[in-house]
Each structure stands twice: as C-alpha cells, then as structure tokens.
C-alpha cells in the first residue's frame, strides 16, 4: 500500500521501500542505497536516543560531510526532534549565536575545536565522524526505529539560520507538514525521475541544497553531494563522470558551466534540467547553455526561506515570459499589495505576499518580527509579507522587482548588509563601514573608514567575527561615508565612489 509521507523521515522509508537497492547518495568517494540511507538514520536515531535527544529537543549540525549531515537529518526527524543545519564555516560569535538562540541539547560537528564553543555553553558535543561511522556500519544490527509518541505533522522538524535585517541571523521554523508540502508542490513542477542523477554542489545548509535531499527521495533519484572543488574549474568533467541529468544551480554555477562549455570541444550527453535561484539568470548565460545544451531544458525560480519556493517558470518558459520567475506552486497563491496592504491590479509594483500551505510556522523566538512578516489572514492558511517587490501579469505570473530592505544574494547565499557591517565595526580601528549589494555585474563591496588597518587586513580580521563566505571580495577604503539630510549613508554617492572596485582606497572629500 502507498503510504503518503506524514513526517520527514516517511519519504526516505517510501524511497527504500519502492526500491531499496537504488543508489540515493553518492559523493566523490562512497555512496549508498536507498536501503542503506535508510537503516543508518535508524541506527543514528538510536545512538542520539542514547545521548539522550528526545521529542521537541534542537540538534544542530556543522560539518563538510554532506553523506554524514544527510543520515543525521532523517535520524533527528525519526526521534521528533529539530535540526538546524549549519555552514561548516560557522565558528565562534556566529556559532555562539546559534547556541544561545535555540539552545541545543546537542552540537554535531566534523571539527574537534567546536567541543569547546560547545562545552562553554553547555551543550553535549559529538563528532559527526563517530557516529556516522556505527550508523553505516553494516555489522551492527538495525534496531527498532525509536518510538516518538506525540509527533505530528504540525510539529517544528527543521530551523534554518537565514540573514536578514538585524546584526545576526535568526531561524526560519518548519514543520514537518510544512516541509512535506512545499517538496511535493516543488516536484510536481520540477519532476525529478527515479533514472535521474542530482549534481548538487550546495551545502545542506542552504535550504535549496537542503530540500534536494527530499526531492531526490520523492523521485527515486540518485543525489551526488558534490564539493566546492568539483563545482569549480573541473565541474564539466565531474558532471559527466557522475552522469549527471539535473543541476541545481545559482547565478555563479551557471555562469561558470556556460563558460567553460564555450572553451570546451565536448558536450555534456547527459544533462538536461538546470533549475536556478538565488538571482536572475543572465539572457546570455541561458543562450549560451542553449546553444551548447540542445536538449537542457532551463526552469527559473524565486523563493524566500520563509516559504521554501514561491514561484516556479515551466521548463523554458522564460523564451515566452522574459523577465518573469514563474507562476505560483501548486496549492498556493501570490498577490501584490500597496503600502496600506490593498491588493493591486496586475503590471502594477508593490510587495509582493505569498499565502498557502507552504509558508513556514515564522521565526524561531521572534514575535514582533513574526507579527510584521506572518499577519494573520482571514482563511486556512498563513500569509507571507515578504519585504519583496514585484507585480503580476494578467496570466498570474510573477515578476521580480527588487528588495525593500538590505538582504541580497552572493554566491547562492542570503546575506544580510546589516550583519557584514556589523561584523565589520567589530574589527579595531574600523569606524565606519557600509556595504553596497551586488550590481549587475558588480558583487557586493564593503566600503570602510578606518584607522591603521588597510582593506585586506580588515577582510582577513572580520573571519573572526562573520563566516568567510559573506565577507565581500572587495573591501575599500574611504575618508568618511557620504550621507543624506537624514545622517543616512547615502548609497547612491558611495556607489560612484565605489567604482571601479579594485582601487585599495577611495577618498569622499
């Protein structure tokens, strides 16, 4: 009997059960079955059961071993418990951050120095290592999944970390029920096939990267984990040694695949869906990837943490909508409102709301921002003022405007101006700093005044305070900061002074 999916762990149990021998991850040196995947988050389950993870308890996860965070994902879902997965970057302030925020009972990590962040917060610490290595040990025997009387659907099962307009990051809530429906809807769109094989090159902590996990068991499909390294200069290579027939991308990875296409005398035989998010898709990137690609079909898609995916295009739809992100998910609903919350025609801009099944439950401890971001509404289900603007064709689907506040998208990653610059002021002898977002073609460049320190050393000493990968490449240094008649940065002055980029220092006066 098909069994529909009621909590997280459900859709690898139905994978294996529909077909246990099928191969479900594969990174550069191992991979396993359905059946494999299976049985080790029941083992894990277990040993966290052990070090004593009950119903409602937040485990939180850091570690570069996407097959292990992937085993340890569907283990704390089997126990009723929440897990929050991490950069592996994410080190002293940030981490701390995350420690004081959802109080973990448990930290799991591939490096033995965040023991000790752990230990001063009083969390327990256990490497991920040891305990992937008795969960795929095939020789010990599978025990009974862990009994979690009580968990329903309407239960939390995930915290994602995401930027936004405060210094620190603050955690998205999803519920199983949540988390099951807006990878239903996504695949319904997307169609991923059990002969498929998913080159995923996004860390699991990016919720995009995350949610291939569930699309991969809902189709049957094999899940490559790819690393950095395999996403960079070798990525045509690896993508045809793994066969790879799906490529979820963001702006940069499409970009790097169309140019190295161009210098390449091969093709790649067997791919042939790239989704995208993150940020629009360059018209030449995609005619190039066409043009080289005949049987790559291309689906662009906008989506928030908030609510996993908001919009998805058909397959190539963009050539008949140009400029737009697609059309609402399956179930859901968009609409567009003024600044005193009226619903607006379509071709008419304004904040862009999302309402349907697949918002998430709001953010985790946050109930004035709760109350701004998920109003209630009349009707089922939550909506969603996503801080976003765009409007709507008479079809219904949607086009991008731009952001109201300072989040922006670099890399595939959400970053948030406010926490860059707050990691900057940090650094001694920075007294001010401000950030531009990206550009058209431009990346994000963080403007400084500071005092004895130059622009590389003020990069170098913000690892301390802020992950590396949301530190801007290019940091400049000026005499002051431009402002406005309000005592505002004013962005568009610093913009001009901030160009070109690659100037060590700038001068306002």
């Known amino acids: 009997m098909n069994v529909l999916p009621v909590l997280v762990h459900d859709l690898l149990d139905r994978a294996a059960e529909r077909d246990p021998q099928a191969v479900a991850l594969s990174t550069s040196g191992a991979c396993i079955t359905y059946e494999e995947f299976s049985r080790a988050s029941v083992r894990l389950a277990g040993s966290l059961h052990e070090a004593g993870v009950r119903c409602g308890d937040r485990v939180v996860v850091s570690a570069a071993d996407g097959l292990g965070t992937a085993v340890l994902v569907y283990a704390v879902s089997r126990l ?34 965040a023991g000790r962040t752990a230990a001063a917060h009083g969390v327990s610490f256990r490497l991920l290592t040891d305990l992937v290595r008795d969960a795929l040990d095939d020789g010990r025997p599978v025990p009974d999944a862990p009994k979690t009387p009580g968990t329903l659907a309407v239960d939390p099962v995930c915290l994602i970390y995401t930027s936004g307009t405060t210094a620190l990051p603050k955690a998205v809530v999803s519920t199983h029920q949540q988390v099951l429906f807006a990878a239903s809807a996504i695949h319904t769109c997307l169609s991923y096939r059990a002969d498929d094989v ?19 068991a809902l189709g049957g499909a094999r899940l490559h984990l790819a ?35 161009r210098r390449s005398d091969g093709a790649l035989r067997y791919l042939r869906l790239l989704t995208n998010t993150g940020a ?23 989506g928030l943490t ?27 609903s968009i609409h567009v409102i003024d600044d005193a919350g009226r619903r607006l025609p379509p071709g008419e801009i304004g904040q862009i709301v999302v309402r349907g099944p697949h918002v998430m439950a709001g953010y985790w401890r946050r109930p004035e921002l709760n109350a701004e971001r998920f109003p209630r509404a009349s009707g089922l289900f939550p909506e969603l003022h996503t801080g976003d603007y765009g409007w709507l064709d008479d079809q219904g689907f949607l086009y991008f405007s731009g952001r109201r506040d300072d989040l922006y998208k670099e890399r595939g990653f959400r970053i948030s101006a406010t926490e860059v610059e707050a990691a900057a002021h940090r650094v001694p002898g920075v007294t001010s700093a401000a950030v531009l977002p990206p550009a058209g073609r431009r990346g994000a460049v963080l403007v400084v005044v500071s005092d004895g320190i130059g622009a590389n050393a003020v990069r170098e000493r913000m690892r301390e305070h802020i992950e590396p990968f949301k530190i801007p490449r290019h940091c400049v240094q000026a005499d002051t900061l431009p402002t406005n008649g309000n005592g505002k940065v004013d962005r568009k002055k610093l913009a001009a002074l901030a160009e070109p980029t690659d100037q060590p220092t700038l001068s306002t006066k």
């Open 306 to 332: 908030e609510c996993k995916r908001t919009a998805i295009m058909p397959p190539d739809g963009d050539l008949e909508h140009p400029g737009s992100c697609g059309f609402p998910l399956p179930g859901t």
């Open 198 to 216: 998913v080159f995923c090159p996004l860390p699991l902590s990016f919720d995009y990267g995350l949610y291939q996990l569930f699309l991969a």
């Open 280 to 302: 629009a898709l360059a018209d030449s990137t995609m005619s190039a990837l066409r043009q080289a690609l005949p049987q790559l079909r291309i689906q662009v898609m906008y």
């Open 80 to 113: 009723g418990a929440v897990f929050s997965v991490l950069h592996e970057e994410v080190r002293g302030e940030p981490l701390e951050h995350v420690l004081r925020d959802c109080e973990p009972v448990l930290l799991v990590s591939d490096d033995a120095d």
């Open 227 to 261: 690393t950095a390294t395999e996403a960079g200069p070798p990525l045509l290579r690896h993508l045809e040694r793994t066969r790879a027939t799906v490529l979820p991308g963001v702006p940069s990875i499409a970009d790097r695949l169309a140019w190295l296409l």
